[in-house]
């Protein structure tokens, strides 16, 4: 949040054209099942509010699409495929927000 307001100031100015040196060669992609540096890893795992506003934003996205799927059910009309279909979906969304929230990944094992 705020990226650039949380570097240094020196770290996004660019120098004129003709005075920059080339720029140095990005090192290979990790492969695809390493795991990220130690210093991004405990970043994400620390970061308590990001948790919960995303997990309440997805919980309140669940909520609201099996409201709407309920609405006519309420009224009496009997639920069709594709009402149920979007109910299940509302959950689905809804306990996307409770994982994120809980984070069981992250207290499986030990980050030291």
């Known amino acids: 949040m705020g990226s650039r307001l949380s570097q240094p100031f020196e770290s996004y100015i660019t120098a004129p054209p003709g005075t920059a040196a080339a720029p140095a060669k990005?090192?290979?992609?990790?492969?695809?099942?390493?795991?990220?540096?130690?210093?991004?890893?405990?970043?994400?795992?620390?970061?308590?509010?990001?948790?919960?506003?995303?997990?309440?934003?997805?919980?309140?996205?669940?909520?609201y699409v099996y409201w709407v799927a309920r609405k006519p059910v309420k009224m009496g009309y009997p639920p069709s495929p594709w009402t149920i279909t979007q109910m299940v979906i509302g959950l689905s969304i809804a306990t996307w927000g409770i994982v994120v929230m809980a984070d069981p990944k992250g207290k499986a094992y030990r980050v030291v």
Request: proline letters at 16%; charged letters at 10%.
């Open 26 to 63: 990005p090192a290979p992609p990790a492969t695809p099942g390493a795991p990220t540096s130690p210093a991004e890893h405990r970043l994400l795992k620390t970061c308590w509010s990001c948790r919960v506003l995303s997990g309440l934003g997805l919980m309140g996205a669940g909520g």
